[in-house]
């Protein structure tokens, strides 16, 4: 008998008690930052639905593009039954996988693992009419260890949408460390990267004419005045997308335009930001072939196969462990 079960490990109290210590730990040093992450509750979701239909955000299509091209071949590779998505959403992104694994009736179960319990359940739940497969959904944060993800059988880790480039050369180490302790030796990660590019356009992506990415990025302080009883002054922040030429990626920024006061009572604090002063919200790190490769390799895996979308856009990678015992 098919079915859907919600195993919850991080739900509202251990969620609050994250949020603080993100936003201690960010707001306490020279350079203040938020952590992406806290985006995306109902509002932020939808918004970033709409950044992904934007013209000027090309990923969403470059991947899309890639995965309907060789969905076939890339489920016939992985020689996977269980799809395991990592940071799930609403499971679009895995849509087209999904349905190639289904025709070939390779398909016995989904696994799904993200920190919003609301989203989660609303694509276990659609993923099980769907498709008439078990749907095993996690509600943890992906920054933990992978321990709850059922074991057995062939599984194909899925990590899409450039998620990957959210986090720094120290935290990708890290994540792909996890990933291959977690994983076993007929397991296969499934991941999604854009690639360096002419700076206009990369910055464009994050910066569109409409303004949606500005609302998505001041929408961050909507949630920590919603959440924590902060005073963020939005109207006193300006939204900024910047290219890191040494570090590879874009950054967005929130740049206060006058001096604030803010007050955090849920984490104790008062921050005084000065004008012009930013916070880092989130990074979008670009890769080469060779140094995306690099790196997985010295996380202890081995690259099966690359895929480009028609413009070289994006890249999607097929990986197993090179040394199942990697620790």
């Known amino acids: 008998m098919t079915k859907v079960s919600i195993e919850v490990l991080s ?27 806290w985006f995306y509750d109902e509002r932020g979701s939808r918004l970033f639905d709409e950044i992904t239909r934007l013209p000027e955000y090309y990923l969403t299509r470059a991947e899309r593009s ?12 992985s020689g996977a039954a269980t799809l395991v998505e990592i940071g799930s959403g609403t499971s679009e992104k895995t849509r087209v996988i999904l349905d190639a694994m289904a025709e070939t009736g390779a398909l016995d179960k989904v696994v799904l693992l993200d920190i919003s319990e609301a989203a989660l359940r609303e694509a276990a739940l659609q993923l099980h009419r769907c498709y008439n497969v078990p749907v095993e959904a996690v509600v943890g944060d992906l920054r933990d260890e992978f321990d709850s993800i059922p074991a057995g059988g062939s599984r194909l880790w899925v990590f899409l949408g450039s998620t ?50 500005a609302a998505f990025n001041l929408n961050v302080l909507e949630v920590l005045n919603g959440e924590l009883g902060a005073d963020f002054d939005l109207e006193g922040f300006s939204h900024r997308a910047v290219w890191n030429v040494e570090e590879s990626r874009v950054e967005m920024r929130l740049r206060c335009a006058a001096g604030q006061e803010v007050s955090l009572p849920a984490v104790d604090m008062r921050v005084s930001l ?44 097929l990986a197993g462990l090179s040394d199942p015992t990697y620790d």
Not at 15 to 32: F, H, P, W
Not at 66 to 77: H, K, M, P
């Open 11 to 37: 739900g509202p109290d251990a969620r609050q008690a994250r949020m603080r210590g993100d936003v201690r730990d960010g707001l306490s040093g020279i350079s203040k930052s938020i952590p992406p992450v």
């Open 66 to 77: 890639i995965l309907e091209a060789r969905a076939g071949e890339i489920v016939e590779l």
């Open 164 to 213: 990957i480039g959210n986090f720094g050369p120290v935290e990708r180490r890290q994540l792909f460390g996890r990933f291959a302790r977690a994983m076993g030796p007929h397991d296969r990660l499934l991941l999604g990267a854009d690639l360096v590019k002419d700076p206009a356009r990369l910055v464009a992506a994050y910066d569109d004419q409409a303004g949606v990415t």
């Open 274 to 317: 000065a004008a012009g002063e930013e916070l880092l919200t989130e990074i979008s790190t670009k890769f080469s072939e060779d140094g995306l490769r690099g790196e997985l390799v010295a996380a202890g895996f081995e690259v099966d196969r690359c895929w480009f979308d028609d413009h070289d856009d994006f890249m999607v990678v």
